[in-house]
T-cell receptor
Framework: DTAVSQTPKYLVTQMGNDKSIKCEQN?????MYWYKQDSKKFLKIMFS???????INETVPNRFSPKSPDKAHLNLHINSLELGDSAVYFC?????????????FGPGTRLTVL | TQLLEQSPQFLSIQEGENLTVYCNSS?????LQWYRQEPGEGPVLLVT?????EVKKLKRLTFQFGDARKDSSLHITAAQPGDTGLYLC????????????FGAGTRLAVHP
């Protein structure tokens, strides 16, 4: 039944480690997104993919690398984790790239870097 | 840089009261969306307003898009404890491939 799912739900790790967050959607959508929500609840777009092609790439450190193996999956790999990477990361998907295409959000992955 | 400012940041009211949340920008957006986010969950879309001056109603919630498409408001009538949550506005960037700019949110607590 889950539309947009993310794993893991919680991720606690040490500075300098490399970690990945996975996202899957079963809505048949073409477009997927990664957002970062900081401690003040400010939600910011990081990346978007449409049919496995990178569309939006905001000013995000090179340590963050998204990968879309197919339309239903968009994973986020983070190298050399820093304290400032601690946040909740949300995956979302939409039918397409039109403004009228509603974005459906996953439940989020809370990343804590110690 | 396009920014959306939401006010107030926090709102604590009693059940039955009315409230208005504001979302303002100096930029024009092709549409404005309102989301509600519960703790531990992702945002859920409430409404999208597209035309300047547009008003949409969703039960006790009334959404308005400013004439110049730079601002929006959310009015809740007779608030209920179930309305408690984080309300986020998001502007769609014109020609931006469905890129959304989010406000920082208004945290609403409605007490019985």
């Amino acid at each position: 039944d889950t539309a947009v799912s993310q794993t893991p739900k919680y991720l606690v790790t040490q500075m300098g480690n490399d970690k990945s967050i996975k996202c899957e959607q079963n809505l048949g959508h073409d477009t997927m997104y990664w957002y970062k929500q900081d401690s003040k609840k400010f939600l910011k777009i990081m990346f978007s993919y449409n049919n496995k092609e990178l569309i939006i790439n905001e000013t995000v450190p090179n340590r963050f690398s998204p990968k879309s193996p197919d339309k239903a999956h968009l994973n986020l790999h983070i190298n050399s984790l820093e304290l400032g990477d601690s946040a909740v990361y949300f995956c979302a998907s939409s039918l397409g790239l039109e403004v009228r295409d509603e974005q459906f959000f996953g439940p989020g992955t809370r990343l804590t870097v110690l | 840089t396009q920014l959306l400012e939401q006010s107030p940041q926090f709102l604590s009211i009693q059940e039955g009261e009315n409230l208005t949340v504001y979302c303002n920008s100096s930029s024009v957006f092709s549409s404005l969306q309102w989301y509600r986010q519960e703790p531990g969950e992702g945002p859920v879309l409430l409404v999208t307003v597209v035309t300047g001056g547009e008003v949409k109603k969703l039960k006790r919630l009334t959404f308005q898009f400013g004439d110049a498409r730079k601002d929006s408001s959310l009015h809740i009538t007779a608030a209920q404890p179930g309305d408690t949550g984080l309300y986020l506005c998001a502007g769609a960037v014109s020609g931006g491939y469905n890129k959304l700019i989010f406000g920082a949110g208004t945290r609403l607590a409605v007490h019985p």
